[in-house]
């Protein structure tokens, strides 16, 4: 099931219409597409019996795409919610996800954090051997408890997430049996276990090898703290293909790997069912959003610019990583790449740039560009730097109509943590 990757799915015409009503720079999605795509995923893990009713689920990063519109449409498909704060809680909450259909999922927690987890019923995920106390201290020990796991050396981690022994995450081998045993000690009566490890990583067996870490882990935990698991976490990290020549994961081939692992480790030791469950975000939107932008200005100093009225506060990866995102013209889409050029944004920072070098068509003020792969990680990553405001996000419905799932942000945005009235009687 190797994907092919996705154009950008309105014409020319189409967004000159909508930019009349909704003036660039916006993101936009593609709810058909992420329904498709939500389908296929969670399709390839359809071998996964947990106990009772339960199968494989998705529990969406929501830091991905924190849109409550995406994020009904995601629950509508059957995923739940991964949250690390609490407004991340309150937003699952606002579109009806509650109980275990989240997973909390933070490090360094506050209090209110755990506290509202608890009360929204959310499966809690402890990042510390520590965070047991505290969390009976400040919310109670739940009867659902799971601990997030770092393999040290096990893994060798990837470019972007680095090494697992330089992570301040999870608990490290030698705390995590312990913890478990502590848990049933205090109270806890059915466990998980997490970990993650990936970040837009594309090697297929690197999940497998996550997985086969996680089973032995599980068998582990089973022989030293008597307990046998619910459920195993692998985390997020699936990638997907920025570039054009990348090959995205092949879902079913990942998932035929972990169901080799899973019954030479899960049930030859009679510990099925277990559930496998995961919390990706980019590979479940990131393919299908796009930034859509307008073209400032094109102009020429020791290198050629075009400047955009996007910028990187609209989308930090290419500043953040040198991250790579595709670039369409609208409209240019089969003329010749003869240009190159610096494609910017209008933040007073040198790195405020989409691409470096590129070679584009020929561009002119006015031209509209679609900056793709934006749907994970994009608009979340935002940013109010240099007085530069958030954009509005649009969705594309599976028949053709295009809503508003966020406004723009104004200058009263940018002002509403202000207090002017104070101002003015500040000597
Ligand atoms: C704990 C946790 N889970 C899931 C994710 C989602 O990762 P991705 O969007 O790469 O799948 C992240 C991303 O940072 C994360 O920190």
Not at 312 to 318: E, Q
Request: glycine residues 8%; hydrophobic residues 40%.
């Amino acid at each position: 099931m190797v994907e092919k990757k996705p154009v950008f799915p309105l014409s020319k015409t189409q967004v000159q219409e909508l930019i009349k009503k909704y003036p660039t720079p916006w993101h936009i999605y593609d709810e058909g597409a992420i329904r498709e795509n939500a389908r296929r995923f969670i399709k390839a893990f359809s071998w996964v019996k947990g106990p009772g009713n339960s199968g494989f689920k998705n529990f969406f990063a929501v830091k991905a795409l924190p849109n409550p519109f995406i994020l009904k449409v995601l629950k509508d498909e059957g995923m739940g919610t991964d949250c690390s704060s609490l407004p991340e809680l309150l937003l699952a909450e606002k579109v009806g996800i509650t109980g275990e259909n989240v997973m909390f999922t933070s490090n360094d927690t506050p209090t209110e954090e755990f506290v509202k987890a608890k009360q929204l019923g959310a499966i809690i995920n402890l990042d510390d051997i520590t965070h047991i106390d505290f969390l009976e201290k400040c919310a109670g020990i739940p009867e659902m408890l799971c601990f997030r796991y770092n393999p040290g050396s096990l893994k060798q981690g990837n470019v972007i997430i680095g090494k697992p022994e330089e992570a301040k995450y999870g608990l490290t081998n030698d705390q995590i049996i312990e913890a478990y045993k502590i848990a049933k000690k205090k109270g806890a009566k059915r466990f998980g276990l997490h970990t993650m490890v990936a970040s837009n990583e594309l090697n297929n067996d690197y999940f497998v090898e996550t997985a086969r870490i996680l089973f032995e882990l599980v068998v582990e935990i089973n022989k030293q703290a008597g307990v046998k698991l619910e459920f195993v976490n692998m985390g997020g990290g699936i990638g997907i293909p920025y570039k054009p020549d990348q090959v995205p994961v092949d879902l079913n081939k990942v998932s035929q790997g972990i169901k080799k692992e899973y019954d030479r480790l899960i049930v030859v030791n009679k510990l099925d069912p277990l559930r496998i469950v995961m919390e990706c975000g980019r590979m479940i939107t990131g393919p299908f959003g796009w930034l859509v932008a307008t073209v400032r200005h094109v102009t020429k100093k020791y290198k050629d610019y075009v400047g955009l009225d996007a910028c990187m506060a609209n989308l930090m990866r290419p500043a953040m990583y040198g991250a790579y995102h595709h670039i369409t013209v609208l409209g240019k889409e089969k003329a010749p790449l003869t240009h190159k050029y610096d494609v910017t944004g209008s933040l007073c920072e040198n790195n405020d740039k989409f691409a470096i070098d590129r070679m584009l068509p020929e561009m002119v003020p006015g031209d509209i560009i679609a900056i793709h792969e934006t749907g994970a990680h994009g608009y979340a990553m935002g940013f109010q730097y240099n007085g530069k405001l958030r954009s509005a996000e649009l969705l594309l419905r599976p028949g053709g109509a295009v809503v508003k799932i966020r406004r723009a942000e104004t200058p009263d945005d940018y002002f509403g943590t202000l207090d002017f009235k104070e101002l003015g009687k500040f000597k």
